[in-house]
């Protein structure tokens, strides 16, 4: 999808693109119209500080004004709209070239960052650093945020030789991430009644959560089975042997299974 602008005449005329093909255009000199096609919508507004514009398709919005521009042309990935964030150990061996936030840690050391995939059916497309050249990185985050938001997963509650329950979400494809999701979070801390967390994440597809001020028992129980979990070597992905500290949804500190 691409949008053009041509301001040869006094009336700017705008174009809209999908795959090498225009499907509708319109020229103005001032003020709000769509460009609209192939369930496709574009909402362009010109003013005097300059012109916004924002694609649409489905309930996914991009603002256009943030993304690339070259030659005149501002350009969407046809695939932007299923970014994901994937939860990644320190030393994965492509670290180095991935586009990425740390979460513990910093830049030179991480322990867990957060790397962005485009999402299929078949499988996962890491965004490289290079590829910042087409996407625009805040667009990355906020939609890899909000699709995380709103990916619905399943909880179960253990209460097994423990007198309070622990929250497993386990076998989705974001379960680990969903630490990342402070709505998922609070409704952890409601159905465990505690505004303190403990969680951890040791493989991929795995997320155990426990009221921090639960019995020793408790506590003690899910300690354990978290390091069965990263002890055990699965065919999961390993991702950390932290336990998350969480207050009211917000992360707020970690600890080493040792220390």
Not at 219 to 236: A, D, I, P, S
Request: aromatic share 8%; with cysteine.
């Amino acid at each position: 999808v691409s949008v053009t602008g041509d301001s040869s005449s006094p009336k700017t005329k705008y174009s809209l693109y999908l795959e090498g093909s225009c499907i509708d255009h319109q020229e103005k000199l001032m003020g709000k119209f769509e460009l609209q096609g192939s369930g496709v919508k574009v909402k362009i507004r010109q003013g005097l500080l300059g012109t916004k514009m924002i694609a649409s398709e489905g309930s996914t919005e991009i603002k256009l004004s943030k993304l690339n521009k070259e030659a005149g042309r501002i350009r969407i990935h046809p695939e932007f709209s299923a970014v994901m964030p994937l939860l990644k150990p320190g030393d994965w061996q492509f670290a180095d070239l991935a586009f990425k936030d740390v979460l513990i840690g910093d830049e030179q050391n991480p322990d867990v960052f957060i790397s962005y995939s485009i999402n299929s059916d078949e499988n996962y497309r890491f965004i490289s650093k290079n590829d910042l050249n087409d996407f625009d990185s805040y667009e990355i985050q906020t939609l890899a945020k909000r699709n995380l938001c709103n990916h619905q997963v399943e909880y179960q509650l253990s209460t097994e030789h423990t007198p309070e329950p622990i929250m497993f979400v386990n076998g989705d494809d974001f379960s680990s991430e969903k630490i990342l999701d402070e709505n998922f979070m609070n409704q952890a801390h409601e159905i465990l009644k505690s505004k303190t967390l403990f969680a951890a994440i040791p493989r991929r597809q795995t997320l155990m959560i426990c009221n921090s001020q639960a019995s020793s028992k408790t506590t003690e129980l899910f300690v354990h089975m978290m390091q069965k979990v990263w002890n055990e070597g699965t065919n999961l992905a390993p991702i950390t042997d932290l336990i998350f500290q969480f207050f009211e949804g917000s992360l707020r500190g970690v600890q080493r299974i040792n220390e």
